[in-house]
């Protein structure tokens, strides 16, 4: 039979001591950020609004809604038609200002040539600039290609005018140009000038009057508009590099601060309030942002200080401080503790940069305190 003293039974039965849980001394590179959210968007937008009634229709009304947000409409799609009659998108920066039909001249007309010549429909035979009966004949075809007969109203020229000869051309028996002239209303075209464009809202109903703008469609380079509390502000400041993800792909892009608001933000009319003001804050990518990332909600990691170059850093959990007042970490080798003075210098990424301030030495590898293992007792989770 064994016997054993009661101090020999609760040292055997007593909980072990618990893990101290240390971390190497690193030199890195020490990056202070602000992470926020933001919203890609581009730095041009356009408004589709109807302009006026269109011909023969009593009411201004929406009887086709084909645009979606988000869509990336390729050039002279159909988006939406109001009262039967289609409103399309084609490239150009111009914007259109007047009905263009035979007769008419100008760069608005050689955009509109242009335009229907890169989807397929060129102005055979006319002057650049000059809508004739090539382009007239481009127009037609245009508009039959996407379900649709063009308006016509009465030329400003004659057919042929005196000492103008048109090269010869096939004409079907209804294409024959009369007093009237195909037009591209004013009212049925949008011009985009990039080659990207993108549904951004859409306001149109089916059934609902044509009042207001119909949808928006952005387009051109993509920015970035974010915000930073108040707090943050001051670490904020233009040419600061920025890191830009995408949550929802995982992309990743880099970017750089191009302005800070020097006033807060004031929320829209129906938003509601900040919790505490907010300064905006453009961010410019350092090269073009595929075009998938348009109206994209992004995280941004804004980089607002970092060391010159590698510095000695320990986490910010090592950090303590003795009733002495003193700064210092506690390295650990085996079972031996010994505690170090150090400087605190910056901090950033969770590190904190440290500089030994007596004879101790604290070097790269060191295995410094930054806690303790809790127990974890039979029974529980």
Do not use: C, H, W
Not at 83 to 103: E, V
Request: glycine share 12%.
């Amino acid at each position: 039979m064994l016997i054993k003293s009661p101090a020999q039974v609760a040292a055997e039965t007593a909980a072990p001591a618990p893990d101290v849980l240390t971390a190497p001394v690193v030199q890195k590179v020490l990056a202070q950020s602000v992470v926020t959210r933001g919203k890609v968007t581009a730095s041009q937008r356009t408004e589709i609004a109807i302009t006026g009634t269109p011909k023969d229709a009593g009411r201004s009304v929406v009887t086709k809604v084909v645009a979606e947000p988000g869509q990336m409409p390729r050039f002279g799609q159909v988006l939406v038609e109001v009262s039967g009659r289609p409103i399309f998108i084609l490239q150009g920066r111009l914007p259109a200002y007047r009905d263009l039909m035979r007769g008419k001249s100008g760069p608005d007309v050689s955009q509109l040539q242009r335009a229907l010549a890169g989807i397929g429909y060129p102005s055979s035979g006319d002057t650049p600039g000059v809508f004739g009966p090539g382009t007239e004949q481009a127009v037609v075809r245009f508009y039959r290609a996407i379900g649709y007969t063009p308006v016509t109203l009465e030329s400003e020229v004659p057919d042929q005018p005196q000492g103008v000869q048109d090269p010869p051309r096939k004409q079907e028996p209804e294409d024959r140009l009369t007093g009237r002239s195909s037009v591209v209303p004013l009212s049925e075209v949008a011009f985009i000038g990039s080659s990207t464009p993108r549904i951004d809202v859409v306001g149109a109903r089916v059934g609902s009057e044509a009042e207001g703008t119909l949808l928006s469609v952005t387009s051109g380079t993509l920015m970035i508009d974010g915000s930073v509390a108040s707090y943050e502000k001051g670490l904020v400041r233009a040419g600061q590099r920025v890191q830009i993800l995408a949550e929802a792909t995982g992309r990743q892009a880099t970017g750089t601060v191009t302005a800070v608001a020097k006033v807060p933000t004031k929320a829209q009319e129906g938003e509601p309030e900040q919790n505490g003001e907010t300064y905006a804050v453009r961010i410019k990518p350092s090269k073009n942002l595929p075009a998938d990332f348009n109206g994209a909600d992004v995280r941004l990691t804004i980089v607002a200080a970092s060391s010159e170059g590698k510095v000695l850093a320990v986490p910010s959990s090592a950090i303590s401080a003795g009733a002495d007042g003193l700064t210092a970490v506690t390295v650990r080798t085996g079972s031996k503790e010994r505690r170090i003075a150090v400087q605190v210098g910056m901090t950033g990424d969770g590190y904190v940069q440290v500089t030994p301030e007596g004879s101790e030495p604290l070097v790269q590898g060191d295995r410094v305190v930054v806690g303790i293992q809790p127990l974890v007792t039979a029974g529980q989770p």
